[in-house]
Nanobody, 123 residues
Framework: QVQLVESGGGLVQAGGSLKLSCAAS????????MGWFRQAPGKEREFVGFINQSGGNTYYEDSVKGRFTISRDNAKNTVYLQMISLKPEDTAVYYC????????????????WGQGTQVTVSS
């Protein structure tokens, strides 16, 4: 069982930066791959990025490549989403999620989810 709690969301102007954190409970955090997803109002939840168990491999959705960076600190049971050059279209609730095994962009591949944190980018 893993419990995930996101933090770090807020209101930022276009072009600004935010760093989201996702703190995990439990001693098995390092055995889970982690994903970040987002859901904008009226839209389906979508994949943002992925990091594997060791942190050595990351993958990103095309629209955030070069602007978003995922990292993790297994000693702190935390995964991060650094966002720069934010755009109004990045406005969404951001979720972290944990899964066993390998890379996936599919929502139903992820076993544990946080409650989400709101990111609002003003123009």
């Amino acid at each position: 069982q893993v419990q995930l709690v996101e933090s770090g969301g807020g209101l930022v102007q276009a072009g600004g930066s935010l760093k989201l954190s996702c703190a995990a409970s439990g001693r098995t955090f390092s055995s889970y791959a982690m994903g970040w997803f987002r859901q904008a109002p009226g839209k389906e939840r979508e994949f943002v990025g992925f990091i594997n168990q060791s942190g050595g491999n990351t993958y990103y959705e095309d629209s955030v490549k070069g602007r978003f960076t995922i990292s993790r600190d297994n000693a702190k049971n935390t995964v991060y989403l650094q966002m720069i050059s934010l755009k109004p279209e990045d406005t969404a609730v951001y979720y972290c999620a944990a899964k066993d095994g390998y890379y996936s962009t599919r929502i139903n591949a992820y076993k544990y989810w946080g409650q989400g944190t709101q990111v609002t980018v003003s123009s």
